[in-house]
């Protein structure tokens, strides 16, 4: 038998068979939407429904949400620069302490540095913005100073923020003499929150300008990937997540809108004007300032994390240190960075938390290291480096706090409302490894 017959060829003729169809795609997975975010949304939904119903509805009114917005903004803020701390393989538990550093430092610009120096009288337009500067300069060379001994001294992060807390608590305290200093300025007090909004005009401009800006983000993230040849989301899931991204923030700005100015202080500012209040008048808060300071630096440092190198860095460092290093990255100065950074966010939320209390007092900031790392891991940061996200950490310090304003309106005492959080903490953790362990196949 020849060999052409003992292999014959195979046959091309075509197969009739129907290709196999792919599997259809669920709704979420077209949608493209991040399980772990939606799980976070459902949790702080059901919070607040649970509150909602046990305070017999007050929780969801708009006075409320307006306190619950402006209290969330110190720790937010802090909590977007642990993302990469962790996200590096560190921890900082000295958030607190420096917070109460920076504070401090700003205080006595105001009130006795400054003008004993400079002659600046209270008031002066130059003031609070002097003091802001000095504490965002203080801020950022404490936090260097600390990646400094972490990166290139090789001091574990954990042992060098644990000093900090001891240090910089301490040090605040012998910068005001053990004193609370106030009241500090007015310009300074409207970065607080209720002193210093938009007011309802104001508040939807912004408003209509973010869901623009939101609508063209998603359609410029669309076409770039079109343009790259990357599979893009059906039009119809592009239209849903775009009504959801406009729906959630005119939503936003209506329940900030429905919370109105009580007359008797709409009454003394006309007196301090000189004028007659008319009859019927009413005014809204809308957005406060402090939010549009956190939507700020949720902003610049999604841009850090998603669009530059220092943020590439910081991710791929913390994913493998040892590859990193060989790759070239240098390792040591980006922990000085990223301390740096975590340094200048704390003073920031210092000028929050201060002017929300008018003034400055010794125990600001007490426990909000704590705080700040627990948003962070909820909102989906792992404490094993490379992975977290600065809106998820946003919204882990968003359901920490409602979860202790809930307790407290329902009566809940101090330390059973630390012991929930404290099993909050643990159990996101654990959540997290399983749901790691199930997408990871491990």
């Given at each position: 038998?020849?060999?052409?017959?003992?292999?014959?060829?195979?046959?091309?003729?075509?197969?009739?068979?129907?290709?196999?169809?792919a599997p259809a795609k669920s709704f979420l997975s077209q949608l493209e939407i991040d399980l772990r975010l939606l799980g976070m949304v459902?949790?702080?939904?059901?919070?607040?429904?649970?509150?909602?119903?046990?305070?017999?509805?007050?929780?969801?009114?708009?006075?409320?949400?307006?306190?619950?917005?402006?209290?969330?903004?110190?720790?937010?803020?802090?909590?977007?620069?642990?993302?990469?701390?962790?996200?590096?393989?560190?921890?900082?538990?000295?958030?607190?302490?420096?917070?109460?550093?920076?504070?401090?430092?700003?205080?006595?610009?105001?009130?006795?540095?400054?003008?004993?120096?400079?002659?600046?009288?209270?008031?002066?337009?130059?003031?609070?913005?002097?003091?802001?500067?000095?504490?965002?300069?203080?801020?950022?060379?404490?936090?260097?100073?600390?990646?400094w001994l972490v990166g290139y001294l090789t001091i574990p992060a954990f042992i060098v923020t644990l000093g900090g807390l001891l240090i910089?608590?301490?040090?605040?305290?012998?910068?005001?003499?053990?004193?609370?200093?106030?009241?500090?300025?007015?310009?300074?007090?409207?970065?607080?929150?209720?002193?210093?909004?938009?007011?309802?005009?104001?508040?939807?401009?912004?408003?209509?300008?973010?869901?623009?800006?939101?609508?063209?983000?998603?359609?410029?993230?669309?076409?770039?990937?079109?343009?790259?040849?990357?599979?893009?989301?059906?039009?119809?899931?592009?239209?849903?997540?775009?009504?959801?991204?406009?729906?959630?923030?005119?939503?936003?700005?209506?329940?900030?809108?429905?919370?109105?100015?009580?007359?008797?202080?709409?009454?003394?500012?006309?007196?301090?004007?000189?004028?007659?209040?008319?009859?019927?008048?009413?005014?809204?808060?809308?957005?406060?300032?402090?939010?549009?300071?956190?939507?700020?630096?949720?902003?610049?440092?999604?841009?850090?994390?998603?669009?530059?190198?220092?943020?590439?860095?910081?991710?791929?460092?913390?994913?493998?240190?040892?590859?990193?290093?060989?790759?070239?990255?240098?390792?040591?100065?980006?922990?000085?960075?990223?301390?740096?950074?975590?340094?200048?966010?704390?003073?920031?939320?210092?000028?929050?938390?201060?002017?929300?209390?008018?003034?400055?007092?010794?125990?600001?900031?007490?426990?909000?290291?704590?705080?700040?790392?627990?948003?962070?891991?909820?909102?989906?940061?792992?404490?094993?480096?490379?992975?977290?996200?600065?809106?998820?950490?946003?919204?882990?310090?968003?359901?920490?706090?409602?979860?202790?304003?809930?307790m407290a309106m329902v009566g809940v005492d101090a330390p059973l409302q630390n012991i929930v959080v404290g099993t909050v903490l643990v159990?996101?953790?654990?959540?997290?490894?399983?749901?790691?362990?199930?997408?990871?196949?491990?």
């Amino acid at each position: 038998m020849s060999d052409a017959h003992a292999n014959p060829i195979p046959s091309t003729a075509k197969d009739d068979r129907p290709a196999p169809k792919a599997p259809a795609k669920s709704f979420l997975s077209q949608l493209e939407i991040d399980l772990r975010l939606l799980g976070m949304v459902g949790a702080f939904v059901l919070v607040c429904i649970v509150f909602n119903v046990l305070t017999d509805g007050r929780f969801l009114t708009p006075r409320n949400i307006f306190n619950l917005t402006i209290q969330t903004v110190s720790v937010a803020i802090m909590a977007t620069g642990m993302v990469f701390i962790i996200v590096t393989r560190h921890i900082d538990l000295s958030v607190g302490a420096l917070l109460a550093t920076a504070s401090a430092v700003m205080a006595m610009m105001q009130t006795r540095w400054l003008p004993d120096t400079l002659g600046l009288p209270l008031g002066h337009a130059a003031l609070p913005w002097l003091a802001i500067l000095a504490g965002l300069l203080a801020g950022t060379l404490i936090g260097a100073f600390q990646g400094w001994l972490v990166g290139y001294l090789t001091i574990p992060a954990f042992i060098v923020t644990l000093g900090g807390l001891l240090i910089w608590r301490n040090v605040a305290w012998y910068l005001t003499n053990g004193q609370t200093i106030g009241p500090l300025d007015e310009t300074f007090q409207a970065f607080g929150g209720i002193n210093g909004t938009l007011g309802a005009t104001g508040s939807w401009i912004f408003g209509l300008i973010a869901a623009a800006a939101a609508v063209l983000a998603l359609l410029s993230a669309r076409r770039s990937k079109a343009a790259h040849g990357f599979p893009v989301k059906p039009i119809w899931a592009e239209a849903v997540l775009i009504g959801i991204a406009v729906v959630a923030i005119l939503g936003f700005v209506a329940l900030l809108n429905a919370y109105e100015v009580p007359t008797r202080v709409l009454e003394r500012d006309f007196a301090a004007r000189g004028l007659e209040m008319p009859e019927g008048t009413t005014a809204s808060y809308g957005i406060p300032y402090s939010v549009l300071v956190l939507i700020a630096v949720a902003v610049v440092m999604t841009v850090i994390a998603r669009k530059t190198r220092l943020g590439r860095y910081i991710f791929a460092t913390g994913g493998n240190p040892d590859a990193a290093e060989l790759s070239g990255i240098n390792t040591r100065f980006l922990t000085v960075k990223v301390f740096a950074i975590l340094g200048a966010l704390v003073a920031i939320s210092a000028v929050v938390a201060s002017a929300r209390l008018t003034n400055h007092s010794n125990d600001i900031g007490t426990l909000d290291e704590l705080r700040v790392i627990a948003a962070a891991v909820i909102g989906g940061t792992a404490l094993s480096g490379g992975i977290g996200t600065i809106y998820g950490a946003i919204l882990g310090a968003l359901i920490m706090q409602s979860l202790q304003s809930g307790m407290a309106m329902v009566g809940v005492d101090a330390p059973l409302q630390n012991i929930v959080v404290g099993t909050v903490l643990v159990a996101a953790v654990l959540i997290d490894i399983i749901y790691r362990r199930r997408v990871g196949g491990k």
